[in-house]
């Protein structure tokens, strides 16, 4: 067990649709990521907050987007979704990367659109 | 774009040979790499990283090596054991001093071990 929770485990909603996922970090890690993993890209990072704010950008979408909370909690929402959104999600945590550390990941949010 | 590959898809070892799992990267600024293992139905796990100063790195059963002149990465499991049956990612993060963890990784290589 990694200690960053992930949920839904599994999501089917249909093109056209909004979904938003979660993640909770682990207890005391400030850095949160996204990360999509599908057959064809493979793992793909997204985006990247600390303590709040949004502190890197990848490959995401802007039909997508997320968040942190004060609790540092961060939620991924997913906009007008396609076919091609169907992946697996994953939320990662970290401490400050400055002072080194690994990047523990959940065990991911299984999206399927119909 | 510059983005980190596997060699091979798939490897097949009897249980108790040494594996040995390779990556090629493309981008000469990363100075940070790492190994993660994905058995099915869960989130990647790291194993073990190694930093661009260095060549080698050893940990329990693994061996990480680091080839900067051809640009080449290995994984090498030691004794290797039915536990170890999964996929192998690895990662490459071009940002290392920037505070962030954007890693770039591989396809992936599925290990299979042989009872």
């Known amino acids: 067990d990694s200690g960053v929770t992930q949920t839904p485990k599994h999501l089917i909603t249909a093109t056209g649709q909004r979904v938003t996922l979660r993640c909770s970090p682990r207890?005391?890690?400030?850095?949160v990521y996204w990360y999509q993993q599908s057959l064809d890209q493979g793992l793909q990072f997204l985006i990247q907050y600390y303590n709040g704010e949004e502190r890197a950008k990848g490959n995401i979408l802007e039909r997508f987007s997320a968040q942190q909370f004060p609790d540092l909690h961060s939620e991924l929402n997913l906009s007008s979704l396609e076919l091609g959104d169907s992946a697996l999600y994953f939320c990662?945590?970290?401490?400050?990367?400055?002072?080194?550390?690994?990047?523990?990941f959940g065990e991911g949010s299984r999206l399927t659109v119909l | 774009g510059e983005s980190v590959g596997l060699h091979l898809p798939t490897l097949s070892v009897q249980e108790g040979d040494n594996s040995i799992i390779n990556c090629a990267y493309s981008?000469?600024?990363?100075?940070?790499f790492i190994w993660y293992k994905q058995e099915s139905g869960k989130g990647p796990q790291f194993i073990i990283d190694i930093r661009s100063n260095m060549d080698k790195r050893q940990g329990q059963r693994v061996t990480v090596l680091l080839n900067k002149t051809v640009k080449h990465l290995s994984l090498q499991i030691a004794a290797t054991q039915p536990g170890d049956s999964a996929v192998y990612f690895c990662a490459e993060n071009p940002l290392s001093g920037a505070g962030s963890y954007q890693l770039t990784f591989g396809k992936g290589t599925k290990l299979s071990v042989i009872p």
């Open positions: 207890s005391g890690d400030l850095s």
């Open positions: 990662a945590s970290s401490v400050d990367v400055r002072d080194g550390g690994e990047l523990f």
């Open positions: 981008n000469s600024a990363s100075d940070y």
